[in-house]
């Protein structure tokens, strides 16, 4: 039949020529669908683009499962139902997509902001070392037993052989040293680590 003609043929004749594989009667089927279907979409999606891409969708698997298509078949219910069905696969498939994306970005920000943590606690973490370091040795010996061991002004000074006095003067010039050294931020997350 010529394209012409098939303007005319009714849906039923049009897939019972485009279950033999006649292009023109799929070409007739599309020329006789296509806005209507796109419409259709363009009212589910409000993307002229999207549309035409399941529009388009729609078309290649008719031509694809024009073979095994039951000629009984209401054509135009047909269409519609396959471009409801594609719109609520892509719906359904777009919700899985954007959860998996999800957690995928929270993994990402969870692992980062641990990331930025521990690089952040690490150079406190030196940054504390080397100002402890850097005490004299008698300041030094007194902070880390009484930080570090846990030992009262007392034992301190017994251990050293010192009065309490001077252990607890040492520590308060101790402190003042790491704390201008630190910032009081540091300062305070020392007592916090130590």
């Known amino acids: 039949m010529q394209n012409k003609d098939l303007k005319l043929v009714s849906d039923q004749e049009l897939l019972l020529l485009l279950k033999a594989?006649?292009?023109?009667?799929?070409?007739?089927?599309?020329?006789?669908?296509?806005?209507?279907?796109h419409n259709h979409a363009w009212n589910k999606t409000r993307n002229r683009e999207e549309s035409q891409d399941i529009v388009q969708e729609i078309f290649t698997m008719?031509?694809?499962?024009?073979?095994?298509?039951?000629?009984?078949?209401?054509?135009?219910?047909?269409?519609?139902?396959?471009?409801?069905?594609?719109?609520?696969?892509?719906?359904?498939?777009?919700?899985?997509?954007?959860?998996?994306?999800?957690?995928?970005?929270?993994?990402?920000?969870?692992?980062?902001?641990?990331?930025?943590?521990?690089?952040?606690?690490?150079?406190?973490?030196?940054?504390?070392?080397?100002?402890?370091?850097?005490?004299?040795?008698?300041?030094?010996?007194?902070?880390?037993?009484?930080?570090?061991?846990?030992?009262?002004?007392?034992?301190?000074?017994?251990l050293l052989g010192t009065t309490e006095q001077t252990v607890k003067k040492q520590m308060t010039n101790t402190l003042k040293v790491l704390r201008g050294k630190l910032g009081l931020l540091n300062y305070l997350l020392l007592f916090y680590k130590f």
């Not at 690089?119 to 030094?140: F, G, H, S």
Request: aromatic share 12%; net charge neutral; glycine share 2%.
């Open 21 to 37: 594989g006649d292009w023109s009667a799929y070409e007739q089927i599309y020329h006789r669908y296509k806005f209507i279907l």
């Open 62 to 158: 008719l031509w694809a499962k024009r073979e095994s298509m039951d000629v009984s078949t209401n054509l135009s219910g047909y269409l519609y139902t396959s471009l409801r069905n594609y719109i609520l696969n892509q719906i359904a498939h777009k919700s899985v997509q954007d959860k998996y994306i999800a957690s995928i970005q929270s993994f990402v920000d969870c692992d980062t902001e641990n990331a930025d943590y521990r690089v952040r606690e690490n150079q406190l973490k030196v940054q504390i070392e080397n100002e402890i370091d850097a005490l004299p040795p008698r300041m030094k010996e007194v902070f880390l037993l009484s930080r570090r061991e846990n030992l009262s002004h007392k034992q301190i000074a017994e």
